[in-house]
């Protein structure tokens, strides 16, 4: 299905002029060597620049790695700061007011660059851009260009069209996941497996910015994660605003579920990590469940978006669980996979959450004794339903909440994670610690962060000894015997 959404659009004022010097200076690769043999004039005196900055989650983490992999094979390069890019992107998100904050402080920067160099090209993409479409124009006028989320390849039609005056031409027609990909880092990868989100969160900004869900292909999600790991991946990440409903929305013929499809990820040679992010807790079934246990790949790892403990606030915030249904997944977890780690999501302080309801939060985070949880003030974000029902809760008792919430899963986590000391546990190397360069620092298939001492490379999966554990790190050495061995 596709969502008819004009979702890119330019700026009307800027004068035509400049349209018609870049349409003929941002080119594809194939044009640039065209326009060697040209007059100087018509080429980029040097290779052009990019630099894009990004907010929010993960899913547009993936976006702006497509973004840097088109704008590479259309023959930019990036640059180490906005300062040096002629191309400054920013790609935003809305889910959090803190990022709208450091979205403005980095755009003034951007206005400053435009005010003394006008021909960089200033681009806003993702969620935010999307919320307030041609509002971005008259907030920030230098702004060239600004696009939705999942809309990259628009914008390398957008650098390379013969007609880039169509605003509101732009409709969701196609997934970034066909782009090339720049990865950060070489040997893990995103695959973005659906798009948009077909429920409709109260609090939820999703729904209206990428539109109801659509699932890609499993055969061509299988091909595209084959060629990854040839290329070197072998951790790779799906990604979807509930990836557990994937392939409902697929033809007969072609269907597939979200259990089968990570059954044919991990068949796959080379791939020896598989994540995911995020399911809904309405959608978690028993064969996802089994499959942590069956297949070698997945990790032993679930992110389970709790949002509330409360069954009265999920009933408004149109979760479709309740507290019991969800703690019900929460024991069909721990019975099939007794040691996968559980991780969450909680607001705190929705409109016309009571003592008592923020009070079942904090007990069945005590009661389930999460890994980790990333846990939010609330905020009302325009156009949700939320953002209009009464009994909007006041500011400092949100973060009164939120510390108290806090407390109780850090010293939960702190608990949970000492089940590690003294095991051995398989680490992908990222890099240096960042605390101390002298160690390494990478991640367990649980998903916990270890910094130890080691001979490593980054990229290499190596066996770690741990000898402590905080609630958010692992510490520990290398194992010798596992060096010695290989
Ligand atoms: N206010 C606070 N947190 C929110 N989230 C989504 N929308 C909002 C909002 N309006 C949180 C949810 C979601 C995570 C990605 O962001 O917990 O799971
Ligand atoms: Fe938003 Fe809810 Fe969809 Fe997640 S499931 S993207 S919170 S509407």
Request: hydrophobic share 35%.
């Amino acid at each position: 299905m596709r969502a008819e959404r004009p979702t890119f659009f330019r700026r009307r004022s800027q004068s035509v002029a400049v349209i018609e010097k870049r349409k003929l200076l941002v080119t594809s690769k194939q044009d640039l060597s065209k326009l060697r043999g040209t007059p100087p004039s018509y080429a980029w005196p040097t290779v052009r620049t990019y630099h894009v900055t990004t907010f929010g989650c993960q899913m547009n983490e993936h976006d702006s790695e497509r973004m840097k992999g088109m704008l590479e094979s259309l023959g930019y390069m990036e640059a180490e700061s906005q300062d040096q890019a002629d191309l400054i992107l920013f790609n935003t998100c809305s889910i959090r007011e803190n990022a709208d904050n450091r979205l403005t402080a980095y755009l003034g920067h951007a206005k400053r660059i435009k005010r003394e160099h006008p021909d960089r090209i200033v681009g806003v993409g993702g969620c935010w851009a999307q919320s307030i479409k041609e509002e971005v124009f008259a907030r920030f006028p230098f702004v060239d260009v600004a696009f939705g989320p999942g809309q990259v390849h628009k914008l390398a039609e957008f650098l390379t069209s013969d007609s880039i005056t169509a605003q509101g031409f732009f409709e969701f027609e196609g997934f970034t996941g066909r782009l090339p990909a720049k990865r950060a880092r070489e040997f893990q990868g995103w695959v973005q497996i659906s798009v948009g989100c077909n429920s409709v969160c109260a609090y939820c900004i999703v729904p209206s910015t990428r539109g109801r869900e659509v699932s890609r292909d499993p055969g061509e999600l299988v091909s595209e994660v084959r060629r990854i790991a040839d290329d070197g991946v072998r951790e790779v990440t799906l990604l979807g605003q509930n990836v557990n409903s994937y392939g409902r929305d697929l033809p007969g013929d072609e269907r597939a579920s979200f259990a089968e499809l990570l059954a044919r990820v991990d068949a796959i040679d080379g791939i020896d990590r598989i994540r995911y992010t995020s399911p809904h807790p309405k959608d978690m079934r028993e064969d996802v469940i089994r499959a942590h246990a069956e297949l070698p790949a997945l990790c032993e790892h679930i992110p389970l978006p709790l949002q509330s403990g409360s069954s009265a606030v999920l009933k408004r915030m149109r979760r479709t669980y309740t507290r019991e249904r969800y703690l019900d997944r929460v024991a069909m977890i721990r019975e099939h996979v007794p040691d996968c780690a559980l991780t969450t999501d909680v607001i705190v302080g929705f409109p016309g959450e009571s003592d008592a309801d923020f009070a079942q939060t904090l007990t069945l985070a005590e009661d389930v004794a999460y890994d980790g949880a990333f846990t939010f003030i609330y905020s009302p974000r325009r156009g949700t339903e939320a953002a209009t029902l009464p009994d909007q809760i006041p500011h400092e008792l949100k973060v009164e909440r939120l510390e108290r919430l806090v407390e109780v899963i850090q010293r939960r986590a702190r608990e949970r994670a000492q089940r590690f000391v003294g095991r051995t546990v398989e680490v992908l190397v990222e890099g240096p610690s960042r605390t101390d360069p002298s160690r390494l620092r990478g991640r367990s298939r649980h998903n916990k962060v270890v910094n130890f001492t080691g001979l490593g490379a980054v990229g290499e999966l190596v066996q770690v000894e741990v000898t402590r554990a905080t609630s958010q790190t692992l510490s520990g050495h290398e194992s010798i015997l596992s060096r010695a061995a290989v």
